[in-house]
T-cell receptor, first 115, second 108 residues
Framework: EAEVAQSPRYKITEKSQAVAFWCDPI?????LYWYRQILGQGPELLVQ????????DSQLPKDRFSAERLKGVDSTLKIQPAELGDSAMYLC?????????????FGAGSRLTVL | GIQVEQSPPDLILQEGANSTLRCNFS?????LQWFHQNPWGQLINLFY???GTKQNGRLSATTVATERYSLLYISSSQTTDSGVYFC??????????FGTGTRLTIIP
């Protein structure tokens, strides 16, 4: 079964350091999402790509977060500098259109701890 | 934006019991998905169910779009069913919005 690949699975870093997460969506999925999930809460959308274009980044803290999907396939989410409040699970998803609606499939996630 | 509420927030059951999880949403939706988040944090897609009823093994789901709710049924619970169950909805061109989840614990 096709999967969304993410790496690293776990990352521990000190505040003010830079950190990057990588995501490879399911082949053929044009839409890619990055979500952040704080412990005890539901995931919240950070950024959504359609091919290489950003569709929604309204909740992305652009002073420290950046995301790119240069060739419309894999994507990188970067945080610089990391802050204590960035500790969370970062989830990547890709989607396929089913009857006109995007049905999301998630990767295993990247758990970030900022010390 | 659209509001999504799930109940109950926590549920503890004995293995073999049945359970019903509820998702209420504040507006008409054209996309509703149920996910299971396992103890390792991965979200597993259970159902895409904007309306109607679907079944997959011991799990089934029903969405009554006109009354703005969806139900997830788990029969003959197993310890591997433990985790957090999320519903997520999408209205129009807005982003997929997740509920607060139901934490299910199945005791052997």
């Amino acid at each position: 079964e096709a999967e969304v690949a993410q790496s690293p699975r776990y990352k521990i870093t000190e505040k003010s350091q830079a950190v990057a997460f990588w995501c490879d969506p399911i082949s053929g999925h044009a839409t890619l999402y990055w979500y952040r999930q704080i412990l005890g809460q539901g995931p919240e959308l950070l950024v959504q790509f359609q091919d290489e274009s950003v569709v929604d980044d309204s909740q992305l803290p652009k002073d420290r977060f950046s995301a790119e999907r240069l060739k419309g396939v894999d994507s990188t989410l970067k945080i610089q500098p990391a802050e204590l409040g960035d500790s969370a699970m970062y989830l990547c998803a890709s989607s396929l259109l089913v009857s006109g609606a995007n049905v999301l499939t998630f990767g295993a996630g990247s758990r970030l701890t900022v010390l | 934006g659209i509001q999504v509420e799930q109940s109950p927030p926590d549920l503890i059951l004995q293995e073999g019991a049945n359970s019903t999880l509820r998702c209420n949403f504040s507006d008409s939706v054209n996309n509703l998905q149920w996910f299971h988040q396992n103890p390792w944090g991965q979200l597993i897609n259970l159902f895409y169910i904007p309306s109607g009823t679907k079944q997959n093994g011991r799990l089934s789901a029903t969405t009554v779009a006109t009354e703005r709710y969806s139900l997830l049924y788990i029969s003959s619970s197993q310890t591997t069913d433990s985790g957090v169950y999320f519903c997520a909805v999408l209205f129009g061109n807005e982003k997929l919005t997740f509920g607060t989840g139901t934490r299910l614990t199945i005791i052997p």
